[in-house]
């Protein structure tokens, strides 16, 4: 069965990020833009970052321009923004397709593995949130509206877990 190790992505620099490097870490995956209403959501990342990257969770930002064309900038265009409004220091990687032929095929194993509402596998907008646990499988996934300070019950509950 694929694990989050089997697949990589491009950093926001433009260099490869094979995901094996996070193996053994609870991982959040997050599409992210920088235009939305749920932009903000960026400072509790951040606050999630700061607080638990000690007991090992890594904060991946994805960056989608998808949805209503709100994350239109350059790759280093949304890592400033991200950084100067929101002192945004977890991985950011380069701006990817969640949906369509052309998502990104970690996207397409998260859709997969949790799907939305009625087992819809389509992701429905900005700020979608995938739990991943220290085996490397899904855990849960979280709706846009969901905040990060709303995820901390599950994110300690998969970093309590024991490493496989």
Same mark, same amino acid.
């Given at each position: 069965? =694929? @694990? /989050?190790?089997d697949?990589?992505?491009?950093?926001?620099? !433009?260099? =490869?990020?094979?995901?094996?490097a996070?193996?053994?870490?609870?991982?959040?995956v997050?599409? +992210?833009a920088?235009?939305?209403?749920?932009?903000?959501?960026f400072? !509790?990342?951040q606050?999630?970052?700061?607080?638990?990257?000690? @007991?090992? /969770?890594?904060? /991946?930002?994805f960056p989608?321009n998808?949805?209503?064309?709100?994350d239109k900038?350059s790759?280093?265009?949304?890592?400033?923004?991200?950084?100067?409004?929101y002192?945004?220091?977890?991985?950011m990687?380069?701006?990817v397709?969640?949906?369509?032929?052309q $998502?990104?095929?970690l996207f397409q194993? /998260?859709k $997969?593995q $949790?799907?939305g509402?009625? !087992? +819809?596998?389509?992701?429905?907008?900005n700020? +979608?949130?995938?739990?991943? !646990?220290?085996?490397g499988?899904?855990?849960?996934r979280?709706?846009?509206?969901?905040?990060?300070? +709303?995820?901390?019950e599950?994110i300690?509950?998969?970093?309590d877990a024991?490493?496989?």
């Amino acid at each position: 069965m =694929p @694990q /989050l190790s089997d697949f990589s992505a491009t950093r926001i620099d !433009g260099h =490869p990020q094979p995901l094996s490097a996070y193996a053994g870490q609870v991982v959040l995956v997050v599409n +992210t833009a920088s235009a939305c209403g749920f932009t903000p959501q960026f400072a !509790g990342l951040q606050q999630l970052h700061q607080r638990y990257a000690g @007991q090992g /969770l890594v904060v /991946l930002g994805f960056p989608c321009n998808q949805f209503g064309q709100q994350d239109k900038g350059s790759n280093s265009e949304i890592v400033g923004f991200c950084q100067r409004n929101y002192g945004v220091d977890f991985p950011m990687m380069a701006k990817v397709d969640v949906n369509g032929p052309q $998502a990104h095929p970690l996207f397409q194993w /998260l859709k $997969a593995q $949790a799907p939305g509402i009625l !087992g +819809t596998q389509s992701i429905k907008w900005n700020f +979608t949130k995938f739990l991943i !646990g220290r085996d490397g499988q899904v855990q849960a996934r979280f709706a846009p509206r969901d905040t990060p300070a +709303t995820l901390v019950e599950a994110i300690e509950a998969a970093l309590d877990a024991p490493a496989p």
